[in-house]
């Protein structure tokens, strides 16, 4: 596709379920970057990849939150043990390079309900 | 640490006028990356204008400007001859060095018909 897709658009999940989020980046970007917006608040910074490597998963609020881009494409974020805290929108974004000198362009992000 | 603060939580003005959307950050290196993102209901993240510190000149981008105060990190964003389509979340972005871009909480702006 021609932009970044995010699947699915909206979860609605129980406490204490498991969940995987899917982020489709730009062709050839290499660049993937997570982060979490919640209600009210800008988005904040979880994990960054740099091909299939983790370069910066400092945003990684605990041993709950992982995430995998096992070929340098696609990734998944995933979330162990829900707790309600964890409801927010979920944003992936892509850029071709790294830094401030290419554009990081996002998909609409997966909102997360944890009942 | 770095920061974004934008102090301004709303803003609104009436179509074709000018607004101005207030930034400041704080960060101790030299080399750093600014950018305003708009975010409309569709929360579909867009560029709007993007600022490399190391330059002196403020950003263009058609009826978009910054005001760019390196001493002051001052970067605020002027929307010229506003129109419906303007209407949205905004947010001031820093980018240093490592590649997570910080936040600002955002300024919502509304466009009065």
């Known amino acids: 596709g021609a932009g970044v897709s995010q699947t699915p658009s909206n979860k609605v999940t129980e406490k204490g379920k498991y969940v995987e989020l899917r982020c489709d980046p730009i062709?050839?970007?290499?660049?993937l970057y997570w982060y979490r917006q919640s209600l009210g608040q800008g988005p904040e910074f979880l994990i960054y990849?740099?091909?299939?490597?983790?370069?910066?998963d400092s945003g990684l609020p605990n041993d709950r939150f992982f995430a995998v881009r096992p070929e340098g494409s696609v990734s998944t974020l995933k979330i162990q043990r829900t707790e309600r805290g964890d409801s927010a929108v979920y944003l992936c974004a892509s850029s071709l390079l790294r830094g401030g000198t290419s554009e990081q362009f996002f998909g609409p992000g997966t909102r997360l309900t944890v009942l | 640490a770095q920061t974004v603060t934008q102090s301004q939580p709303e803003m609104s003005v009436q179509e074709a006028e000018t607004v101005t959307l207030s930034c400041t950050y704080d960060t101790s290196e030299s080399d750093y990356y600014l950018f305003w993102y708009k975010q409309p209901p569709s929360r579909q993240m867009i560029l709007v204008i993007r600022q490399e510190a190391y330059k002196q000149q403020n950003a263009t981008e058609n009826r978009f400007s910054v005001n760019f105060q390196k001493a002051a990190k001052s970067f605020s964003l002027k929307i010229s001859d506003s129109q419906l389509g303007d209407a949205a979340m905004y947010f001031c972005?820093?980018?240093?060095?490592?590649?997570?871009?910080?936040f600002g909480q955002g300024t919502r702006l509304t466009i009065n018909p």
């Open positions: 972005i820093l980018i240093q060095g490592a590649q997570k871009l910080v």
């Open positions: 990849f740099q091909g299939t490597g983790a370069a910066d």
């Open positions: 062709s050839g970007h290499t660049a």
